[in-house]
């Protein structure tokens, strides 16, 4: 009897042991999982002091926004217009932040200083507003690291499946894209990388869905998956042999006899200083994920895919028009057409087959310069065009080129862009970026024409960058929103070819998108004489 007494108390001992271990266990458990829903929640952490920057006309966050202290400590605004602040010392002390963004300013003291005071504390929040200067609204960063960085660190939902870093890419050149078989197919130039300072220079790649109630807003974000290599990092898609990078543009998309769709692409070889030795034709393969070499051309030709393409009809032929802004180059919608360089046709005022050594004007009887559609024919640049007005060949009112400013009158060289007819306005337009002047290429122009070969008379500038570059920008007419009365477009925010004397952390070399609602009054160029 004795004996089975101490087995039953040792038994309840052990018992009482395992139920005092599980119910701890649960308690551990039942905590973290407390700590893991804090964060998808959406409840801001308790650590950071959120300042969030808004744009005082539409109370959207804004990107792209510095605030320094009186230490020169500086902090950017994500693509949200967060910043989460912690700094050791500096909390719970009043302190002061200048406040500067390209395109935004914030009201001056009595001292001339555009900034702000505050107390930072954990979990408190200061809403800072901005005047927009540009008429166009900046919206995201496309591309590189810390997209919504500090979104994600205030414990924030972020509009994107991969907020912070995307396929390792920490910055992209210029982008390309086309609708390609309900996907949105996307190619960038020259890109770094996570791991070394040296990246991919032959044409990254991803795809993006398109919008519908499913995919993301444009106005929020792109999802983009990138074609990625063994290691994680964007791969190669447009590698070509030779030396020098491949760089990527005039995506086209043809259907085949079958009625499939096909990509095509112009790829140019490049080599040091930025001179180009080889160009070619190259198509998308499905199931390599890469492009494929079909034809070389010969750099003696004039004429050659370049830019941003657009399909349009004349009469009953469908044409390839490239714009590089001006839509001065086309060919048939025809693969065998788009493959001969002789084929394609510029809008020019020279006789037929001229080249740059050789070349006559075009006039008719009674002296007027005469331009019209043809092939393998020099196409009149604007760099040509002042030479022939130097050299007394053409006045400046017969040039092709008469693009200026709306509000000034003043000439303007726009090279580098994207022309779309816009059902909102029922006119073409030009989303181009100036060059030359006082510009460093920071500074985008919309334009209008009621015809595809002009006049481009007036412009309207939308965008500027202070000492910065805002190059190759281009509209994205996929995400047109209200009838076409919102557009997206995007450039690349780089150094290059600027003055700027630093990078903006994560945002330099990087694409950005900005949104422009083409009833905003300042926009009617048409009206302007």
């Known amino acids: 009897m004795g004996l089975n007494l101490g087995v039953h108390n040792t038994f309840s001992f052990h018992l009482l042991d395992f139920m005092i271990r599980r119910i701890l266990l649960l308690l551990v458990i039942f905590c973290l999982s407390l700590l893991s829903t804090r964060e998808t929640r959406g409840v801001p952490s308790q650590r950071y002091h959120t300042f969030h920057v808004v744009d005082q006309q539409t109370g959207r966050g804004v990107p792209l926004v510095e605030l320094r202290t009186v230490g020169n400590v500086s902090y950017y605004t994500d693509s949200k217009g967060y910043v989460a602040f912690f700094e050791p010392g500096l909390m719970q002390q009043q302190l002061y932040f200048h406040v500067s963004s390209h395109g935004y300013r914030h009201e001056k003291d009595g001292f001339g200083y555009r900034g702000f005071r505050t107390i930072p504390a954990p ?13 166009a609204e900046r919206l995201y960063r496309i591309t590189g690291e810390g997209i919504y960085r500090d979104t994600v660190l205030l414990g924030l939902q972020p509009p994107l499946k991969q907020p912070v870093l995307n396929a390792q890419v920490f910055g992209s050149d210029s982008t390309v894209n086309a609708v390609y078989r309900n996907q949105v197919y996307w190619f960038w130039g020259d890109t770094n990388r996570a791991s070394y300072p040296l990246g991919n220079f032959h044409v990254p790649g991803a795809t993006s869905p398109l919008m ?13 998956s990138y074609f990625v290599d063994n290691a994680g990092f964007a791969k190669k898609t447009c590698e070509m042999p030779g030396t020098g990078p491949t760089w990527l543009d005039g995506l086209v998309v043809l259907e085949n006899a ?40 010969n750099l003696t030709d004039p004429l050659y895919p370049k830019g941003h393409p657009f399909i349009h009809a004349t009469g009953t032929t469908n044409y390839i028009y490239f ?14 057409a788009l493959k001969q360089a002789k084929q394609y046709e510029s809008y020019t005022c020279f006789e037929q087959g001229a080249r740059a050594d050789h070349y006559s004007i075009t006039r008719n009887q009674n002296g007027e310069i005469q331009y019209a559609w043809k092939k393998d024919t020099l196409p009149l640049t604007h760099s040509l065009q002042e030479e022939l007005i130097r050299t007394g060949q053409i006045s400046r009112e017969e ?29 073409w337009i030009m989303i181009g970026c100036q060059y030359g002047g006082t510009s460093v290429l920071g500074e985008i122009w919309f334009a209008e024409s009621p015809q595809l070969v002009g006049p ?30 919102l557009i997206y477009f995007e450039g690349t925010y780089t150094t290059t070819f600027s003055k700027a004397t630093r990078k903006t952390p994560r945002y330099d070399y990087n694409q950005i998108m900005y949104r422009l609602d083409l009833a905003d ?8 004489k």
């Open 123 to 135: 979990g408190k929040i200061t809403t800072v507003k901005l005047k927009r200067l540009n008429i």
């Open 323 to 336: 714009a590089d802004p001006y839509p001065y180059v086309r060919v048939r919608m025809d693969l065998d």
């Open 456 to 485: 481009w008379k007036w412009a309207t500038k939308i965008v500027s960058h202070d000492h910065y570059s805002f190059y190759n920008p281009k509209q994205q007419p996929m995400f047109d929103q209200q009838g076409g009365r």
């Open 258 to 297: 079958a009625g499939t769709e096909q990509l095509f692409g112009a790829y140019a070889k490049v080599k040091a200083p930025l001179t180009i030795y080889e160009r070619g034709l190259v198509q998308w393969d499905d199931e390599l994920q890469q492009f494929n070499k079909i034809t070389t051309f």
């Open 521 to 528: 009054p300042r926009l009617h160029t048409r009206d302007k």
């Open 399 to 427: 040039g092709l080129f008469q693009t200026a400013d709306s509000d000034t009158g003043a000439p303007l060289t726009l090279q580098r862009g994207s022309v779309y007819w816009n059902a909102y306005r029922q006119r």
């Open 212 to 224: 519908s109630p499913q995919s993301t807003d444009p106005s929020s974000g792109i999802n983009l």
